[in-house]
């Protein structure tokens, strides 16, 4: 029942069907999802004819694992989380933030989770993990993990090598990086992969610091035995969304989604999602 014209499906590359788009004089709204390089080149195309546009780009989120949290459920819930979509997803909380005196509780809930998951073909019922989407990706992912491993990363899970478990097809190992530098590339950036990296941290202050400090500001997760704490902590984190306690995005739809800083600009869902395609007449009489 819906017009014609009101969904148009427009394939293509983005150097030339992209472009052609953004920097289209007709437009009136733009809502680009994809890489941080991509979302800079189609902003400065849409600048051009003063297209108001809304970004959802790249993330490095992490998930808060507080010192009163039950452990047994955060960190398997937070790996799980981190590997969706075989890590390609942009709000996957790839940074699991843990005390540093529960490092090693960590490092074994996770290898135990790890073990549980199936890579396969992602038709099969007992399937859990599929393929990155092209060759190119797999490589590009196992070369981020080999160059964590030379900056002095520990692999918990995974080999930097294509999985075993398949015989065919771009699949990647979920794996866990522990003992990471700060600044480390593993730490830094998003490698859109099945990979998560361990930090630890020295209190409460020094995990919101450890959270913040990043390019991006896409979404972050807390977990913790006290409401009111992880509300708290919530309220100091630079991020467009905070999900407590397991809460999934995909739980709220109603509830708006966007980044600041390099994950971009903008919202999407709930009221601002639709404010952000409308424009205001103020009548005065």
């Not at 293509?12 to 890489?35: C, D, E, K, Q």
């Not at 490092?103 to 998951?117: F, H, K, P, S, Y």
């Not at 730490?187 to 941290?201: K, N, S």
């Not at 739980?251 to 994950?263: A, D, E, I, K």
Request: with cysteine; glycine share 12%; proline share 5%.
């Amino acid at each position: 029942g819906a017009p014609a014209g009101l969904l148009n499906v427009v394939t293509g590359s983005g150097p030339i069907t992209g472009a052609a788009l953004a920097g289209h004089p007709l437009l009136a709204r733009l809502s680009f999802t994809g890489s941080v390089r991509a979302g800079k080149e189609v902003a400065a195309l849409a600048t051009r004819e003063l297209t108001r546009t809304a970004l959802e780009l790249g993330g490095k989120s992490p998930a808060l694992i507080l010192d009163d949290a039950d452990f047994a459920q955060a960190v398997p819930a937070a790996l799980t989380s981190g590997m969706v979509n075989s890590g390609q997803a942009c709000n996957a909380p790839t940074r699991m933030l843990v005390p540093a005196d529960r490092i090693d509780d960590a490092v074994e809930l996770v290898r135990d989770a790890a073990a549980g998951l199936v890579l396969d073909d992602p038709t099969k019922p007992s399937t859990t993990h599929g393929p990155v989407v092209t060759h190119r990706q797999m490589q590009a992912v196992l070369a981020r993990i080999n160059r964590a491993v030379e900056q002095g990363g520990r692999l918990v899970t995974g080999s930097g090598r294509r999985s075993e478990q398949t015989a065919t097809g771009f699949f990647v190992d979920p794996t866990v990086i522990t003992g990471l530098p700060e600044r480390a590339e593993a730490v830094r950036e998003e490698i859109f992969g099945p990979v998560v990296v361990i930090q630890t941290y020295t209190g409460e202050q020094d995990a919101v610091r450890i959270a913040n400090d990043s390019d991006y500001g896409l979404s972050a997760e807390v977990w913790s035995g006290d409401d009111e704490r992880a509300l708290r902590i919530a309220g100091q984190l630079s991020v467009g969304q905070v999900k407590i306690n397991g809460v999934r995005t995909r739980n709220r739809p109603l509830v708006p989604f966007g980044g600041m800083r390099n994950s971009g600009y903008g919202r999407e869902l709930g009221s601002l999602g639709i404010e952000e395609f409308t424009d205001v007449t103020a009548v005065m009489a």
